[in-house]
């Protein structure tokens, strides 16, 4: 299985196209019409595919500090803030590793981006997953299609990752093991 950043039109159309048969043809979400999707100035698109085929994909942006997340996560902020969003999985790939492999990905570029805090919206049934890998809820919300769950977690807090047995734990190691390798070379 590949991970990586959507970067071809064709990749970032194929994760438009994903993501409205998941969220709103298969889930009955409708926050996103046919064929619309917002260009955001902050957003990396991340994509797992196998054999050609796209299996998942996910959102991630980082909001500069004019932006105003009051009302959608009830925070101000003036740190580097990670937002990963518009996860979306093809229905027989959910229970296989893709939505894991994606959140390392996600991870790893949070500890990349140098944020403080990362951000994650959830249904309830997801919950227990993100817990495991460190999140932690702090709000819920309710919208049209139903209630869902705003988590936070701080990438950087590697004590609290490791006692949870949190793989990002694993991927922190490994991202200050390939800094402190660099640091050596240069």
């Given at each position: 299985m590949i991970?990586?950043?959507?970067?071809?039109?064709?990749?970032l159309e194929e994760v438009?196209?994903?993501?409205?048969?998941v969220n709103t043809l298969e889930l009955q979400k409708d926050f996103l019409p046919k064929g619309f999707e917002p260009k955001d100035r902050h957003a990396v698109q991340l994509l797992a595919s196998?054999?050609?085929?796209?299996?998942?994909?996910?959102?991630?942006?980082?909001?500069d500090s004019s932006?105003?997340?009051?009302?959608?996560?009830?925070?101000?902020?003036?740190?580097?803030?990670?937002?990963?969003?518009?996860?979306?999985?093809l229905p027989k790939y959910r229970n296989s590793r893709v939505?894991?492999?994606?959140?390392?990905?996600?991870?790893?570029?949070?500890?990349?981006?140098?944020a403080k805090l990362a951000l994650i919206e959830t249904e309830e049934h997801l919950l227990k997953m993100y817990r495991r890998l460190g999140f932690m809820p702090y709000r819920e919300k309710q919208y049209a299609f139903g209630k869902r769950f705003q988590l936070f977690i701080n990438p950087w807090?590697?004590?609290?990752?490791?006692?949870?047995?949190?793989?990002?734990?694993?991927?922190?190691?490994?991202?200050?093991?390939?800094?402190?390798?660099?640091?050596?070379?240069?």
């Open positions: 991970i990586k950043i959507a970067d071809s039109e064709n990749e438009i196209k994903l993501r409205y048969e196998q054999n050609e085929q796209l299996l998942g994909c996910l959102r991630y942006r980082m909001p932006d105003d997340l009051t009302e959608e996560w009830g925070i101000r902020h003036n740190l580097k803030i990670a937002i990963t969003d518009r996860l979306a999985v939505a894991y492999l994606l959140m390392l990905a996600v991870y790893k570029q949070a500890l990349l981006s140098d807090d590697v004590k609290r990752l490791t006692e949870l047995n949190s793989p990002f734990a694993s991927v922190y190691e490994k991202y200050m093991q390939e800094l402190n390798a660099f640091a050596q070379v240069a």
